[in-house]
């Protein structure tokens, strides 16, 4: 059905937890969804295989050791079994509503780019993926979450092809979200927004992996 790749960090501390949280909660998705990790950072390796999803390494890094997405994309769309493919970042858990709105959309467009709002969640442990384990999440989404403002946008489902020419953007800097939706504009493609819908949930975190912070 459709292809997942993401970038992550090193598998350390609470963002290797949040991020094990997220890769199990997609592939407990459906059965033909692929996943693949890009990059080479410490433990990227050693999760892909122990999740049991790809792995692809060596990643274009800019001056400062960041991964650059034009590599990592172009990496992905050749490596791709399905013609849609879905980014998302590492720290993202993603309800079945992702699902069911992919498949409305798929039905109606084969050229179209759907994205969300995050809903932005403090989660600390691992994740009990257990029956059940959606419900208790959504409960406390809706007692303890909130949704992102308009550039808070961590995932996007797209037909292979359209974000062609990706300029040599670092991974986790700011507005690459706005190129993504401008490039969709530009190639005449569906562009949807499914916040009503999707609820994919962020899970807070630091930034002490940048030297600045945020």
Same mark, same amino acid.
């Given at each position: 059905?459709?292809?997942?790749?993401?970038?992550?960090?090193?598998?350390?501390?609470?963002?290797?937890?949040?991020?094990?949280?997220?890769?199990?909660?997609?592939?407990?998705?459906?059965?033909?969804?692929?996943?693949?990790?890009?990059?080479?950072?410490?433990?990227?390796?050693?999760?892909?295989?122990?999740?049991?999803?790809?792995?692809?390494?060596?990643?274009?890094?800019?001056?400062?050791?960041?991964?650059?997405?034009?590599?990592?994309?172009?990496?992905?769309?050749?490596?791709?079994?399905?013609?849609?493919?879905?980014?998302?970042?590492?720290?993202?858990?993603?309800?079945?509503?992702?699902?069911?709105?992919?498949?409305?959309?798929?039905?109606?467009?084969?050229?179209?780019?759907?994205?969300?709002?995050?809903?932005? %969640?403090?989660?600390? =442990?691992? !994740? #009990? +993926?257990?029956?059940?384990?959606?419900?208790? &999440?959504?409960?406390?989404?809706?007692?303890?979450?909130? %949704?992102?403002?308009? =550039?808070? !946008? #961590? +995932?996007?489902?797209?037909?292979?092809?359209? &974000?062609?020419?990706?300029?040599?953007?670092?991974?986790?800097?700011?507005?690459?979200?706005?190129?993504?939706?401008?490039?969709?504009?530009?190639?005449?493609?569906?562009?949807?927004?499914?916040?009503?819908?999707?609820?994919?949930?962020?899970?807070?975190?630091?930034?002490?992996?940048?030297?600045?912070?945020?």
């Amino acid at each position: 059905m459709m292809t997942l790749f993401t970038i992550p960090k090193a598998f350390e501390g609470h963002v290797g937890v949040i991020q094990r949280n997220a890769i199990e909660s997609w592939k407990l998705l459906r059965s033909d969804c692929e996943i693949i990790l890009l990059g080479d950072d410490p433990g990227v390796a050693q999760a892909a295989e122990e999740s049991g999803v790809r792995h692809i390494p060596n990643v274009n890094r800019n001056e400062f050791g960041t991964p650059l997405l034009d590599s990592a994309y172009l990496l992905a769309e050749q490596a791709a079994t399905y013609p849609r493919l879905c980014y998302i970042n590492a720290d993202i858990i993603m309800t079945s509503s992702f699902i069911r709105a992919a498949d409305t959309v798929i039905k109606q467009s084969d050229w179209f780019m759907m994205t969300a709002r995050r809903w932005n %969640l403090d989660i600390t =442990a691992n !994740i #009990d +993926f257990k029956n059940g384990w959606e419900e208790g &999440l959504l409960r406390d989404v809706s007692n303890h979450g909130h %949704l992102g403002h308009h =550039a808070e !946008i #961590d +995932f996007w489902l797209y037909s292979k092809g359209l &974000l062609q020419g990706i300029p040599p953007l670092a991974v986790g800097r700011m507005a690459f979200e706005c190129w993504c939706l401008y490039k969709a504009r530009s190639m005449k493609a569906d562009l949807i927004d499914a916040t009503g819908t999707v609820v994919s949930i962020h899970q807070n975190h630091d930034y002490s992996h940048h030297p600045q912070g945020k």
